[in-house]
């Protein structure tokens, strides 16, 4: 069973970002990067299914910049078979994504996709939905836990006050959530290793899909700033600014 995982790169979940000052968009320049958290457990899940002998071969994709060659060293460093960059330096949104791994999904034929529940730059939620409803096959978001059986796979999610189970037939599309495991780190002989791993590179033309934004984004802002607290003599004068001044209860 192959299975073909979507890595993005973003911004490092350490690092806080800061809006640039037209408001246009978040700075980036000179920001370190990172491979998204939710894909880094998708990797792990995905080495984890061939160590187990579930998968034979786990094949990594990203989409971006040429710089995103550095997140895939990364999957293959903890494990990954090979890689493929669509390489675009143009702005992707996740219609565009989900269509491009779409494309890639049809000539690779993959029985399993696992991506990130989100991408923790854009937080949009949208590209494993819309890339299993392009292809038609099941889905399931969330994923807490994943066990393949013969051919289904047996998903298990976090819903209100419970788990959800849930049988899709293969192939299928899961994404990931933070519950499902805890990633291993690389180590410097798989560093190594993994610089002479293939990596393939296409880009939109090739695979015949128009990237061209569908959403304009109008502005992005920064939260308003927390003003500083202030110290009450009793409980009395607490509910009293509840009531009067937050006017919360
Ligand atoms: P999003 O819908 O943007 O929140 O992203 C959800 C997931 O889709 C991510 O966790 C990735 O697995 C995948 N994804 C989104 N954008 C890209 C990209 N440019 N390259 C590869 N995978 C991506």
Redesign the pocket.
Known sequence: MKVL?????VVDHNVKVRVKSDGSGVDVANVKMAM?P??EI?VEEAVRLKESGAASEVVV????AMA?QETLRTAMALGADRAIL?HTDAE?Q?LA?AK??KALADWEQPRLI??????I???????????AALLDWPQATFASRLVIEGDQACVSREVDGGLETLALALPALV??DLRLNEPRYATLPNIMKAKKRPLDIVTPVELGVDVAPRLKVLGMAEPAGRGAGVMVPDVATLLDKLRQEAQVI
Request: hydrophobic share 40%; glycine share 8%.
């Open positions: 995982v979507a890595v993005k790169r998204n939710f894909d998708a994709v990203s989409c971006g995103c669509v992707l996740p994504v491009l791994l696992i991506t990130g529940k989100q991408a730059d854009d937080d949009c939620n949208q590209t494993g939905q819309m890339l994404t990931t």
